[in-house]
């Protein structure tokens, strides 16, 4: 009896007896299968395999990232002026009401000091 280690099971065909898929090949449409246990360091090889070297972003993918990044730098700086523009605008009211209360003091003191005369 010939066993060997992988087998490639087509579409409709029977696992092999204590085999199990680790990945499925959607090129050659087959299931790329081996013996329970080793599936596991197999399918986590493929996986790590497709993560950090099969994987190129296309046109648009890389389009739509740029794009995200240009819309989030812009959204910061709008935020970043929305927020000196609300410091400013508070500030200006800060100002606006001591000036406010040292005019009336002011004037308080003119009516005193007319009053005494």
């Known amino acids: 009896m010939n066993i060997s ?13 204590f085999y199990r898929v680790a990945y499925y ?9 081996f013996p ?3 599936h ?3 399918m986590f ?3 790590l395999y497709e993560a950090t070297i099969i994987y190129n972003p296309t046109r648009l993918e890389k389009y739509i990232q740029e794009a995200y990044r240009r819309g989030k730098a812009e959204q910061l700086e ?3 002026q929305i927020l000196y523009y609300h410091t400013g605008h508070s500030n200006a009211i800060e100002k606006y009401t ?6 009336e003091s002011r004037r ?3 009516k005193q000091i007319e009053w005494l005369k």
């Open 25 to 33: 090949d959607p090129c050659r449409e087959l299931a790329v299968c």
């Open 5 to 17: 280690r992988l087998q490639l099971i087509g579409q409709g065909e029977m696992l092999p007896r």
């Open 40 to 42: 596991w360091i197999v």
């Open 36 to 38: 329970f246990g080793i």
């Open 98 to 103: 001591r000036l406010k209360k040292e005019d």
């Open 45 to 47: 090889a493929h996986w």
């Open 108 to 110: 308080g003191l003119k």
């Open 78 to 80: 709008n935020d970043n």
